[in-house]
């Protein structure tokens, strides 16, 4: 079970994620209501030592992100990794999606069930998520790298950049 400080910094990351993907610049009410929110947790979990400065915590968040941000960029760049590395390919959409269409080879785990199929997701080997615009994907990468997974990549051109590449679909 996760504890409360697990989930707030996977909410975190999700808000990183968020922010990194649509301008933190064009959502400034969104981040100091977050940013606010947060604060006042830290102060309500404050024990003896010294609360988590938020601004530091961020800042080391953001640094850490390598060069590419976790990302496949381009149509071709998924079918090289596919043919080289044959990574697993998890499709985070519903079902219901996923039924209607998929790539190949793709295995479907909804982002909403994500931790409760981590035994489904190998932490040795390449792992590409992907979801119909690439949202959902953005945050099961977050999510997954939050948990210790090293070995995960998203896919934001995701299933509509597929199919707009005319590639097969199953």
Not at 19 to 42: D, F, H, K, P, R
Request: glycine residues 6%; neutral net charge.
């Amino acid at each position: 079970m996760m504890t409360k400080k697990l989930i707030q910094t996977i909410l975190l990351g999700f808000a990183m994620c968020f922010y990194l993907l649509v301008g933190i610049e064009q959502n400034l009410a969104l981040a100091a209501t977050l940013i606010q929110a947060e604060s006042i947790s830290q102060a309500k979990m404050q024990t003896q030592s010294e609360p988590r400065n938020l601004e530091s915590g961020v800042d080391s968040f953001l640094t850490s992100i390598p060069a590419g941000y976790y990302t496949i960029a381009t149509v071709e760049e998924l079918k090289s990794l596919l043919n080289k590395s044959q990574p697993m390919l998890v499709d985070v959409r519903e079902t219901s999606e996923y039924q209607s269409g998929h790539i190949p080879n793709a295995i479907n785990i909804p982002l909403r069930t994500l931790s409760h199929n981590l035994n489904q997701i190998p932490r040795d080997h390449p792992v590409v998520l992907y979801c119909s615009s690439g949202y959902r994907s953005a945050m099961g990468v977050m999510t997954l790298h939050l948990l210790g997974y090293e070995n995960v990549q998203g896919f934001p051109p995701s299933f509509a950049g597929w199919k707009n590449a005319k590639e097969a679909i199953v």
